[in-house]
């Protein structure tokens, strides 16, 4: 059984700081390419950090220079470092993997097998 779980999420203000974990059971992350998507209200989802089984990120041009996604095999986490938060970074962020075959990073939401709840990120 495979599971997502997400946590870190929370409220806080323009120029600060968060870091989002994803946990999962049933997975390595270190086999999976990664993304963290995220989706407001009044927006379509869209990816915003891709990390695949070798390492190789991809960034979408909002974030670049202000969000990093990395991995922790050790602890088999997936995170997403978020600083320098804006206003039209409110969302909710998910975590969501893909099979360790396809070895590439994707904002490609139906290439992933694997989706989290989400965690609620609101910057004011």
């Known amino acids: 059984h495979v599971q997502l779980v997400e946590s870190g999420g929370g409220s806080v203000q323009t120029g600060g700081s968060l870091r989002l974990s994803c946990a999962p059971s049933g997975l390595s992350v270190s086999d999976f390419s990664m993304t963290w998507f995220r989706q407001s209200p009044g927006k379509e989802r869209e990816g915003v950090a891709a990390i695949d089984c070798n390492g190789r990120t991809v960034y979408a041009d909002s974030v670049k220079g202000r969000f990093t996604i990395s991995k922790d095999n050790a602890k088999n986490t997936l995170y997403l470092q978020m600083n320098s938060l804006k206003l039209e970074d409110t969302a909710m962020y998910y975590c969501?993997?893909?099979?360790?075959?396809?070895?590439?990073?994707?904002?490609?939401?139906?290439?992933?097998?694997?989706w989290g709840q989400g965690t609620q990120v609101t910057v004011s």
């Open positions: 969501a993997a893909r099979l360790p075959i396809y070895c590439s990073p994707s904002f490609r939401g139906n290439f992933y097998n694997y």
